[in-house]
């Protein structure tokens, strides 16, 4: 175990339990540091943004990036519960690998997944990530966001128009993705075929909230085997509009196409 991390996080669940805040000496005895250690950990945290100092008092406290932070995981935890039953319905109707995910810098994270019964499957894990440039899920998400080049060049943490690919199939460069992005807000879904894992294809819709804003997705992960584009259409049909009626549950109103 990191000795120091343990220490600096220690120092901060033990701020952050105190409601007007502590003095040095205070952090000292309360931890068993020394004032020298105890003052090098709080001026870290400080300068790290999760701690406060005031000025009149000297009095260090926790910042509110704890609370922003609570609230993003308190966020992610509600979105799966008021999303689950749609994932429920949509697995038992197609038999298919069903998950929720969500874009975190430049991947996607499963916050929740149905598994298919049949005997040949599709896999993916709860907490696991993917980058979202290459499975249907997170370029669902992204074609959502409208991203110009630069943008999403920082969004996926990349210096140039240059993607590494996982397999042959993998869209290596910015101007295929964006193309394919292009192609997913128009038709409402996005596709991955084998771009991330062979024999694995996938299917993604993002989920609105109230703004319009893209705050998650529903994807299937599909065996290649079951996945031509013939399947591919039938199978998007429904998950659209399992992502339609998700996103009715937050209270996002469609676009009227008259």
């Known amino acids: 175990m990191d000795s120091t991390l343990a220490k600096g996080l ?11 805040g502590a003095r040095l000496a205070d952090v000292a005895q309360a931890l068993g540091l020394g004032r020298s250690n105890a003052h090098r950990t709080l001026q870290t945290l400080v300068q790290c943004g999760w701690a406060a100092q005031d000025g009149a008092s000297s009095r260090y406290s926790a910042s509110l990036k704890l609370f922003e932070l609570g609230a993003l995981v ?17 697995a038992q ?12 810098g430049p991947d996607i994270v499963y916050l929740d997944k149905f598994d298919s019964p049949l005997p040949v499957a599709a896999y993916s894990r709860i907490g696991g990530r993917a ?3 290459c499975v249907a899920s997170g370029k669902a998400l992204l074609a959502a966001l409208s991203l110009d080049d630069t943008a999403l060049r920082t969004t996926l943490g990349v210096a140039d128009d240059a993607l590494p690919a996982h397999t042959p199939h ?21 596709s991955n075929f084998e771009e991330w894992r062979l024999g694995v294809c996938g299917l993604g819709a993002a989920v609105f ?12 992960s599909v065996p290649a085997i079951r996945c031509t584009p013939a399947q591919a259409r039938a199978l998007a049909l429904q998950l659209v509009a399992c992502a339609a009626q998700a996103s009715a549950s937050l209270g996002w109103n469609a676009p009227s196409t008259s």
């Not at 038999?95 to 929720?100: K, P, Q």
């Not at 993998?170 to 996005?190: I, K, P, S």
């Not at 909230?209 to 299937?220: F, L, S, T, Y």
Request: a negative charge.
């Open 74 to 90: 308190d966020s992610a935890v509600d979105l799966k519960n008021r999303l689950h039953p749609f994932l429920a319905t949509l």
């Open 170 to 190: 993998t869209l290596a460069t910015l101007a295929a993705l964006q193309a394919d992005l292009a192609a997913a807000r128009t038709r409402g879904w996005a």
């Open 93 to 104: 109707a197609t038999g298919e690998t069903i998950h929720l995910a969500v874009l975190d």
């Open 10 to 20: 220690g120092v901060l669940e033990w701020l952050a339990r105190q409601g007007d």
């Open 209 to 220: 909230n109230a703004r319009a804003e893209p705050v998650a997705a529903i994807g299937m």
């Open 131 to 133: 980058p979202a440039y």
